[in-house]
């Protein structure tokens, strides 16, 4: 069977190439696409031409990202962990989906694909419209970040950036027991989603002289228990550790791109001994990963999807055809988008 697939010629440049499918082996199932999501951190910095992995390599033994003539990423480059898809063939091995089934997966872009069983996750039929589970990676992301924080009862937790991640943590935020939701972000419209979602305070920074102050004020003269920083913005970093407070920590979320040329280390960071701790799905806190390894993660992910308001959040549904006008969209005008998604 042939496939297509989107891929990132260059820059800010869309094309498609077609693909051969190789048969699918006894423990692997074929799918067809749905749907796909575009991802405004990780993807956009392949589409900008930004990521690190451009110019240098990630060393595995050491941790370190090395200068290098040969990058881990080149063009062109298939990009996108967000695909759902119908099964529409399995192997005599396959146990976990069947013929029928809408699974998730952290696929690139393409109209098909032959994966491992293990590596599709089935959408719950109570999901009546499957291509929502495209926020799946991203509420996976979220829900690690979640586990990071450990919100407890009755605790105050703060959220900058009301994109898609920080939408979703205001949601599962209150699942977890949070009392005062203080969302904080710069667009009116997307404070007004955090609200339906229950946040419980909104902040606009352009709206009050000092965010920090502000946060005290409504918390009854304490630092928040919780921060979490959503936005991808070195600005926003740098306010999160002014909220913080003595001891405090920010849980980051987000992917950041470039230099911090906004984030001022010397103040608060520095006099209040403030952690900043960086929550990443792929490679999750060790303290709890023995007891929350991926099928775990991605068995309560699926579980949450028909929880959540998920449609308020797509912006746009573009045919896949048209993927130069979604990203164009993602990328010229961040501050009306949350979520592009492909259609097959």
């Known amino acids: 069977m042939r496939a297509e697939r989107i891929i990132i010629e260059e820059p800010k440049k869309v094309g498609f190439i077609p693909e051969d499918l190789p048969t699918v082996g006894d423990n692997q199932v ?23 992995f451009f110019v240098k390599n990630y060393d595995e033994a050491t941790g370190l990202f090395l200068k290098t003539d040969k990058p881990d990423i080149t063009y062109p480059f298939s990009v996108s962990y967000e695909h759902v898809s119908e099964v529409v063939e399995a192997g005599k091995n396959v ?5 029928g089934d809408k699974v998730f997966s952290f696929h690139y872009h393409a109209t098909a694909a032959v ?20 926020a799946s990676a991203l509420l996976a992301v979220t829900f690690q970040g979640i586990l990071d924080a450990a919100i407890n009862l009755g605790e105050t937790v703060v959220i900058f950036g009301m994109g898609m991640i920080g939408q979703l943590a205001v949601r599962l935020a209150k699942m977890s027991g949070a009392k005062r939701i203080i969302a904080v972000d710069l667009l009116p419209h997307r404070l007004q ?11 606009n ?8 102050q502000e946060i005290r004020k409504r ?13 991808g913005s070195y600005k926003a970093l ?33 006099h209040n001994r403030v952690q900043i701790v960086c929550s990443r799905f792929l490679i999750p806190n060790p303290m709890i990963n023995n ?7 991605m068995e309560m992910v699926m579980s949450l999807l028909p929880k959540l308001d998920l449609e308020s959040f797509i912006t746009r549904r573009i045919p896949y055809k048209q993927a130069a006008e979604g990203y164009k969209l993602v990328d010229e005008s961040p501050d009306k988008v949350l979520l592009v998604v492909f259609e097959y």
């Open 95 to 99: 146990s976990k989906v069947k013929p």
């Open 205 to 212: 920074p352009k709206e009050v002289d000092d965010v920090a």
């Open 193 to 203: 989603i955090a609200e339906t979602g229950g946040a419980t305070e909104l902040i």
């Open 238 to 270: 740098y306010e999160a550790t002014r909220v913080a407070g003595y001891n405090g920590r920010v849980v980051t979320l987000s992917y950041y791109q470039g230099g911090g040329a906004d984030l001022f280390l010397g103040e608060e960071f520095h």
């Open 115 to 134: 994966l491992d069983e293990d590596n599709v996750y089935r959408i719950p039929s109570e999901l009546k419209d499957p291509s929502l589970a495209v």
């Open 291 to 297: 007891r929350w390894d991926m099928p775990r993660r």
């Open 30 to 52: 074929l799918v067809r696409a749905i749907a796909s999501g575009i991802s405004a951190g990780t993807e956009m910095s392949i589409y900008r031409g930004s990521s690190p």
């Open 219 to 231: 918390n009854d003269g304490r630092a928040p228990d919780v921060i979490l920083e959503c936005s």
